[in-house]
């Protein structure tokens, strides 16, 4: 050994010790993405709040942010307005029916032509069919609704108070812990 190399080391009496070897290796600290999800709204609009920060613990189902989306409220006013196609369909179909009725007494009473009853028939299809087309949006308004998240109870709610409002709550998916926050409010 050098003068240099003797002068660093050190003499001490043997002992027993815990060795903890070291190892240097390159490496990359990820999530785990089985475990973990990203959400995204399925909505355009504006944050207004946002409900948790980076690090909290949430359960699945718990809101996330709210936010102002005009999707809902467009799809909610054309729920509104196919219930109201409906119940127009629903009061020109008992018309129509009426009407083919009496016209049909009319004849068997030879009060009316055969041409009366048969322009009271086709009507009456005709709005048999109306009526068919009105349910047919109905059923499609509701299923938008469902699609952008909406609960059969709340399109029903709808439906009964007539209220449309745009502003939703995106939950969490799965329960979890919050590891970024790339949205916040006025975004």
Known sequence: LSD???????????????FRPERVAEGRIAFN??????VLSP?????LRAFVRVG???????????????????????????????????????????????QASLLSARAASQRDVEQAR??????????????AQLSAARDKLRVLGRSPEQ???????????????VTAPIAGTVTQRRVGPGQ
Do not use: C
């Open 155 to 169: 399109i029903e709610e709808i439906e009964r108070t007539r209220q449309v409002s745009g502003i939703i709550n």
């Open 122 to 135: 086709a009507a009456a299809r005709a709005a048999e069919a109306d009526d068919r087309s009105s349910q």
């Open 33 to 38: 993405d089985d475990r973990s999800t990203p």
């Open 43 to 47: 909505y355009t609009g504006r944050v």
């Open 4 to 18: 240099g190399e003797m002068r660093a080391l050190r003499i001490e009496p043997v002992l027993l010790r815990d």
């Open 56 to 102: 909290d613990t949430v359960t699945a189902g718990q809101p996330l942010f709210e936010i102002e989306t005009p999707d809902v409220t467009s799809a909610a006013n054309d729920l509104l307005s196919a219930v109201e196609n409906v119940q127009k369909a629903r009061v020109a179909l008992d018309q129509a029916r009426r009407e083919e009725a009496r």
